[in-house]
């Protein structure tokens, strides 16, 4: 299905102003494969027309739709498994020794999808903080309002709870009805979720109540956006956060601010970050 090049270039700018996205000339397979069904629900014949839509409403229905299907990306539960070892036995203890086992912790989960891993992250704070329904709170935050929708639902398919869900946590945390198997209220009480886009300055204005956070996880959304705009997402959640408070990235990424400094937390052989 062919774009004109005109149309295509319009379409990586979209997509790079509203969601800090960068697409190369490389990438137009990325955009045909993931709105096919776009195209089929808004019955749309071609790229051409959905691209001159979307420049007729940048605010209307079809560009949200359409930034959602660009920027949703599959997940799974405890994914790379080594962020939750390092909460259970480095991240909580420290957090819950300096305030003697009875301060409240603050959690963002600044690109949560589907929900897997703030869910993750609030299983493993079960397991290992003292009344964690009563003293951590979890931020989840995505730029798709589809993708929020879902993790608010707490329902998944048998499919999704075998991708990296340990079955003991399966059995705890979930209960099952018919094929689905839904999220547990002891879980749901530490989440709140909301829409939120990481290259918009008024995030830190929108998640300011809930923080300052302990704790961040911004992980494998990094490597999308461009230098200039990569700095600028880090310097936004230092803003968010408590100083030592650590950083969670994609074990690619590396947390560079034009202003905010960070120290390397070595982890079993990975890379954690601290703000100076």
Same mark, same amino acid.
């Given at each position: ?18 969601? !800090?996205? &960068? ?26 027309? @959905? ?20 920027? +949703? ?7 790379? +498994? ?40 609030? =299983? ?20 798709? !309002? ?12 048998? =499919?999704?709870? *075998?991708?990296?869900? /340990?079955?003991? *946590? ?12 839904? &999220? ?5 009480? =530490?989440? +709140? ?12 204005? *929108? &998640? ?18 461009? /230098? ?8 936004? @959640? ?26 390397? &937390? =070595? ?10």
């Amino acid at each position: 299905m062919s774009l004109r090049p005109e149309l295509f270039r319009y379409l990586r700018e979209f997509l790079l102003r509203k969601s !800090g996205l &960068v697409l190369d000339d490389s990438k137009l397979y990325l955009i045909r494969s993931r709105v096919q069904t776009l195209l089929r629900n808004f019955e749309i014949t071609d790229m051409d027309t @959905l691209a001159q839509e979307i420049r007729g409403d940048e605010n209307g229905k079809l560009a949200q739709h359409f930034l959602d299907a660009m920027t +949703t990306n599959e997940t799974l539960f405890f994914r790379d +498994t080594y962020p939750f070892e390092a909460l259970k036995t480095l991240v909580f203890p420290e957090l819950t020794h300096a305030g003697n086992g009875h301060q409240s912790i603050k959690i963002w989960s600044a690109a949560s999808s589907r929900g897997q891993e703030p869910y993750s992250i609030a =299983m493993t704070a079960s397991e290992s903080v003292a009344m964690a329904d009563k003293r951590v709170s979890i931020l989840a935050t995505d730029l798709s !309002g589809s993708a929020i929708d879902y993790a608010r639902e707490a329902k998944y398919s048998q =499919m999704e709870v *075998q991708r990296g869900m /340990p079955v003991k *946590q399966l059995v705890r945390f979930f209960n099952q009805q018919g094929v689905d198997w839904f &999220v547990c209220d002891e879980l749901k009480k =530490m989440l +709140t979720f909301q829409t939120g886009n990481l290259v918009d300055d008024g995030l830190i204005s *929108q &998640v300011r109540r809930f923080g300052p956070f302990d704790l961040v996880f911004c992980r494998n959304v990094l490597i999308y956006f461009s /230098p200039e705009e990569r700095k600028n997402v880090i310097d936004r @959640l230092a803003r968010s956060m408590k100083k030592g408070g650590y950083l969670f990235t994609g074990a690619a990424e590396t947390p560079e601010g034009h202003i905010s400094k960070w120290e390397c &937390v =070595m982890f079993k052989g990975k890379r954690l970050w601290k703000l100076l």
